[in-house]
């Protein structure tokens, strides 16, 4: 079941190098602490992350802020693993040693912790999307393990669409943001936001790209019925 969830704390095995590389440049969007811990020991004590697009993400993903993420000095091991993991709620492997990767997710079912292990099914029970990021607008798209090349082709087709839609998104979300309680009579969130989505002006200048038309058209709609008619 596909979720949203909030990321404390994560911690990626092998996350220095190839698609371990990859999932720590993808989770710096989203974790609020970030830890690498290499397979072999490592020159560096971060990995530096610059602002604008990660450079080893396949999806067209970027950083608004540079991040500089923290690699362990100790190198992973099945003896350390434990100290690792412990206050996690989501780990990645993309370690080679198979009985590493075994020892890791047997500690996250252990405490009942997220663990992916890239490339290993069996011992994975959290899987990772391709993904769009826009700013008032976020999709992942998988193929249920069946098939990575389609939902990554089907993520790229779906990216333009999802590009013209975030300027109705931003001007909605903004709407949204405002509706306080109570709400006037016979209104609820759902019905204030269909009545401007759905307004044929409103549609009309979206569909013109009239953004400037598009936002005064939403505004002038949410002041007749919240303020008005409040």
């Known amino acids: 079941m596909p979720l949203m969830i909030d990321l404390k704390r994560v911690v990626i095995f092998g996350g220095e190098r190839g698609e371990g590389l990859q999932k720590a440049e993808k989770l710096s969007l989203f974790a609020d602490e970030l830890l690498v811990v290499p397979e072999s020991p490592y020159?560096?004590?971060?990995?530096?992350?610059?602002?604008?697009?990660l450079p080893h993400v396949?999806?067209?993903l970027h950083r608004s802020t540079p991040r500089s993420i923290p690699v362990a000095a100790e190198p992973a091991s099945i003896l350390n693993a434990a100290r690792y993991i412990a206050g996690a709620n989501f780990v990645v492997s993309d370690l080679a040693d198979r009985a590493v990767n075994e020892r890791i997710a047997a500690l996250c079912e252990e405490s009942s912790t997220l663990c992916n292990v890239i490339d290993t099914r069996d011992l994975c029970n959290t899987w990772f999307m391709s993904l769009i990021d826009n700013p008032h607008l976020i999709a992942?798209?998988?193929s249920k393990g069946?098939?990575?090349?389609?939902?990554?082709?089907?993520?790229?087709?779906?990216?333009?669409e999802f590009a013209e839609r975030e300027p109705v998104a931003e001007i909605l979300t903004g709407i949204r943001d405002r509706l306080g309680n109570p709400l006037p009579a016979g209104h609820d969130r759902s019905s204030i936001l269909d009545s401007i989505y759905h307004d044929s002006d409103f549609r009309r200048a979206a569909a013109l790209a009239s953004w400037d038309t598009a936002r005064a058209r939403a505004?002038?709609?949410?002041?007749h019925i919240c303020i008005y008619t409040a």
């Open 43 to 53: 020159p560096h004590r971060n990995i530096d992350l610059a602002a604008g697009r």
């Open 58 to 60: 396949g999806e067209n």
């Open 140 to 142: 992942a798209v998988s």
């Open 146 to 160: 069946g098939c990575a090349y389609y939902a990554r082709q089907t993520r790229i087709e779906l990216e333009q």
């Open 219 to 223: 505004e002038e709609i949410y002041e």
